[in-house]
């Protein structure tokens, strides 16, 4: 074989591969995604199923993450290697996210809550370090999925979004929680599927400490800078689902699915 056939036979071998891999990446990378997207949401249950009262570390009694990290060069993990989340941080976390939903009923809208990139709580004051708030589940359409705090570009790629100025989801009346996910993001499913939810579609958010269920009342689609449909109304406990969709100019509106709080 002539040096010059070989050259030819390795150029189109690079690009058959290169080809390949063009064609493999959005399956495979979806794949991988949903194996870490179902890591997260399985972290958070079984940290859930292990949070602890307090550990005994050098003779001290600890309670809290604050009281742990006042120890140098100490990481306590429960039986799964995850570290330790204490029963008092879980507390304060609920305590706090029912704090941060209440100021929303005289401040939202307001310079202090706008911001849908913004972090609504820094998870790790409460000792947990993976930015897993919760996460979502919608049986009709196979999705679950990691909610970090803070709808910015960086969190979105991993999994969903609390929209920061929205509440909590805590349940409770007087909320709105406003969740966003990507649509059309290369090699991974995120919130593609949610035009698919219909109407009595169930949706669940699992916290660390509760298992709120609501039910899918209808859809819309609004424009980027429309905010109406997130006030808070009246009593009601509503769940968004927010992602992408071409507006056929060129530019991109919002698709809305619209979620209450399932009466029990």
């Known amino acids: 074989m002539s040096r010059r056939l070989k050259i030819l036979t390795v150029i189109t071998l690079l690009i058959f591969l ?21 890591s997260a949401a399985n972290k958070l249950d079984e940290v859930k199923e292990n949070v602890q009262e307090s550990v005994v570390v050098k003779g001290k009694k600890i309670t809290s993450v604050e009281q742990l990290e006042k120890e140098p060069d100490t990481w306590v993990t429960d039986e799964n290697g995850n570290p330790v989340v204490f029963k008092r941080d879980i507390e304060r976390l609920r305590e706090d996210s029912l704090k941060y939903n209440k100021r929303l009923l005289t401040k939202q809208g307001s310079e202090a809550m706008i911001g849908f990139e913004r972090a609504a709580l820094n998870l790790q004051k409460y000792g947990i370090f993976d930015g897993v708030y919760c996460y979502i589940t919608a ?3 196979g999705l679950r999925l990691p909610v970090y705090l803070g709808s910015s570009e960086q969190k979105m790629s991993y999994g969903a ?6 509440s909590l989801p805590t349940g409770g009346k007087a909320t709105n929680s406003a969740i966003a996910g990507h649509t059309g993001y290369i090699g991974r499913i995120f919130f593609d599927n949610i035009r698919s939810l219909k109407v009595g579609s169930e949706v669940i958010v699992t916290t660390y400490w509760s298992r709120l269920h609501y039910k899918v009342t209808g859809s819309t689609v609004i424009k980027p800078t429309d905010t109406k449909d997130l006030v808070l109304d009246g009593d009601s406990q509503k769940l968004e689902l927010l992602t992408c969709i071409d507006n056929g100019k060129g530019g991109f509106d919002r698709y ?6 399932a009466k029990n």
Request: charged share 10%.
């Open 256 to 261: 809305v699915v619209l979620c209450e709080r």
């Open 18 to 38: 290169t080809g390949v891999g063009f064609l493999l990446f959005p399956p495979v990378s979806n794949c991988v995604g949903g194996i870490q997207a179902d």
């Open 139 to 141: 049986p009709d359409i």
């Open 161 to 166: 979004a609390h929209m920061f100025g929205t």
